[in-house]
T-cell receptor, first 110, second 112 residues
């Protein structure tokens, strides 16, 4: 069975500090990994996916198959980054379901 | 504009009432999903559909039912609402690839 673990329920940093949101997964095949974000009073939306290898709003995430991790990083946090972040996994193939982690609430203090 | 819509956005209803939560999408996607999410908590998949006349139960057992008669429409029904059904319900859709899902704004249901 596939599983996504986000060990930190809450993460608080100061503006300008680096931030890393941890995500570990359990899956025997080659997964598709995603980060979703939910800002206050907004709908859940895709932030980035590993296959794109792109930086969105200054965030990057690298898939480490050896450590089965997909941590989300940003070198300098901004107050507008405060939100709920969910890591998600798809097993691919004909299975289009996503398995979500429990989420990490990031608060960036001024 | 391509989007995914949910109505109502908020619903307060008494125990025992039948309710239907509407979800429609103009994304042209064939796959649709229903999630249940308590505030600030994880998402639990309760139903999904890969096409018309195809519905499956998700990872979390739910007393709700769904139907998919039209590609763009995926309503969720509770025959007899109970306080334990109080939650936020999110609808999502996706295309065949690349597996990313697009979410609606959600319906916040309160059963008194």
């Amino acid at each position: 069975a596939q599983r996504v673990t986000q060990p930190e329920k809450l993460l608080s940093v100061f503006k300008g500090a680096p931030v890393e949101l941890k995500c570990n997964y359990s899956y025997s095949g080659s997964p598709e990994l995603f980060w979703y974000v939910q800002y206050s009073r907004q709908r859940l939306q895709l932030l980035l996916r590993h296959i794109s290898r792109e930086s969105i709003k200054g965030f990057t995430a690298d898939l480490n198959k050896g450590e089965t991790s997909f941590h989300l990083k940003k070198p300098f946090a901004q107050e507008e980054d405060s939100a709920m972040y969910y890591c998600a996994l798809s097993s691919g193939g004909s299975n289009y379901k996503l398995t979500f982690g429990k989420g990490t609430l990031l608060t960036v203090n001024p | 504009e391509a989007d995914i819509y949910q109505t109502p956005r908020y619903l307060v209803i008494g125990t025992g009432k039948k309710i239907t939560l509407e979800c429609s999408q103009t994304m042209g996607h064939d796959k649709m999903y229903w999630y249940q999410q308590d505030p600030g908590m994880e998402l639990h998949l309760i139903h999904y559909s890969y096409g018309v006349n195809s519905t499956e139960k998700g990872d979390l057992s739910s007393e709700s039912t769904v139907s998919r008669i039209r590609t763009e429409h995926f309503p969720l029904t509770l025959e007899s609402a109970r306080p334990s059904h109080t939650s936020q319900y999110l609808c999502a859709s996706s295309d065949r690839l690349p597996y990313e899902q697009y979410f609606g704004p959600g319906t916040r249901l309160t059963v008194t």
